[in-house]
């Protein structure tokens, strides 16, 4: 696209956005400042690098077989910066514990060291991107139904062995950026059918976690997601979302929001006001539910508009931190990665760019029908002028030009993967 073309696009939205008190100016200085953490198993369907690696289990999947995975460090590296050169603004990069550079070496869970990750701080360090984390508890032998909520002594406490060996590489990559690192814990622990003893493993969960945040680390923050249920185990999730908001507010950690994991119904923008009142801080999962927790990639549609609104209404955009997480295996991974990252920052811009003062004024002195019009006019002004400057600045390709970019990395590189 032009640039003169965008500039003058950029100048007409900047007015009429002024015109109802929006400084766009100053909105694209707070999007150059909201970074996503990308996930890092887009980019090979969840496989990671263990060399004993199993097939994906904890009742998440990752349905497709479009060539061209990636297959090894280095080429989820490459890809994750093909994916970063084509969404403007800087980003986090959230890695899991089996994409760990093992080098040819069986590391089992409860073996894990911050070595093992050491030239992940190094490459953040010389790409400019900061690391996030997630212990794994899923695609392992002794994965089975129950973790951390296992009745069984010698299968608990090496997942809890894992868990806080997770949180020390954590802390150590928080100290070697410099700014914590945001550890996600997720368990799939659950049951097919009914159960009869939900306290029981509840129990086994709340004593499991306590012993794992015994721990206490300046370089890296916890965070807990919570979860309907997974494939094979519908009855019962131990880590319900009652479960973990309750441990959160009594132990003062941060939730994690992920946006497939609540009824369909379920407005997930709904819980940020509520929840930021009692736990410091949010972690989210934008993915795409479609019919359950399907994970497709993330798109700018109603629910993510909401979120993001939500978060800005609720002035806590520095209290949430912002992850994506889906994983879908039928398209081009890559530009899966950068549709879904456009997608995030659009609803905050979108969000950003709300009148809310207007908005809010009109709710104060009762006036519904200016409310609603206003809310409903906002939805048709030109937002995407302000992202495609933004997109300029960032010297990222502009508009549908990137879908070209990710069709050229295809041919030349991920096309040629066995
Ligand atoms: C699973 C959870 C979890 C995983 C990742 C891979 O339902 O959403 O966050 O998707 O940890
Ligand atoms: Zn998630």
């Not at 069984?152 to 690192?181: K, L």
């Not at 009869?196 to 509840?202: E, F, G, L």
Request: net charge negative; glycine share 8%.
């Amino acid at each position: 696209m032009k640039e003169e073309l965008i500039l003058k696009a950029y100048e007409i939205a900047k007015e009429r956005y002024a015109a109802m008190g929006i400084d766009t100016e100053q909105v694209l200085n707070q999007l150059q400042n909201f970074h996503l953490s990308l996930h890092c198993w887009q980019a090979d369907d969840v496989s990671g690098f263990e060399v004993q690696a199993g097939e994906l289990s904890g009742g998440i999947q990752a349905t497709g077989n479009y060539p061209g995975k990636a297959r090894n460090i280095d080429e989820l590296r490459a890809d994750i910066l093909k994916a970063a050169s084509l969404i403007p603004g800087r980003h986090r990069l959230n890695l899991h514990e089996i994409y760990g550079d093992f080098r040819g070496k069986v590391v089992d869970r409860d073996q894990v060291e911050p070595e093992h990750f050491r030239s992940w701080m190094e490459w953040g360090k010389e790409y400019g991107m900061k690391l996030d984390f997630n212990s794994t508890s899923f695609s392992h032998p002794k994965s089975g139904d129950l973790s951390l909520a296992n009745p069984d002594p010698g299968i608990r406490s090496f997942w809890i062995e894992h868990t806080r060996r997770c949180r020390a590489v954590a802390n150590a990559m928080g100290e070697a950026q410099g700014d914590p690192c945001i550890m996600n814990l997720w368990v799939h622990d659950g049951s097919k059918d009914i159960t009869v003893n939900r306290m029981k493993y509840r129990e086994l969960l709340k004593d499991s976690l306590d012993q794992i945040f015994a721990t206490e680390y300046k370089g890296m923050k916890d965070c807990i997601e919570s979860k309907v249920f997974g494939i094979g185990l519908e009855s019962y999730t131990v880590g319900s979302n009652d479960f973990y908001i309750g441990y959160a507010a009594q132990r003062g950690k941060m939730v994690t929001l992920d946006t497939g994991h609540f009824h369909p119904t379920e407005s997930v923008a709904d819980k940020v006001s509520s929840l930021l009142l009692f736990v410091p801080e949010l972690m989210l999962h934008v993915s795409r539910p479609v019919r359950w927790d399907s994970d497709h990639v993330t798109i700018m549609d109603d629910p993510t508009l909401d979120l993001f609104s939500e978060i800005v209404r609720c002035g806590a955009t520095d209290r949430v931190h912002y992850g994506l997480d889906y994983f879908d295996a039928s398209i081009n991974r890559i530009g899966a990665y950068v549709v879904g990252s456009r997608a995030a920052q659009k609803c905050m811009l979108r969000a950003l760019l709300e009148p809310l003062a207007l908005l809010r004024h009109y709710e104060e002195t009762g006036k519904g029908f200016e409310r609603l019009a206003l809310l409903e006019e906002a939805k048709a002004m030109p937002w995407q002028a302000v992202y495609d400057l933004f997109c300029l600045q960032n010297d990222v390709p502009v508009g549908d030009t990137f879908i070209s970019e990710v069709e050229k990395y295809e041919q030349e590189v991920t096309s040629k993967r066995g």
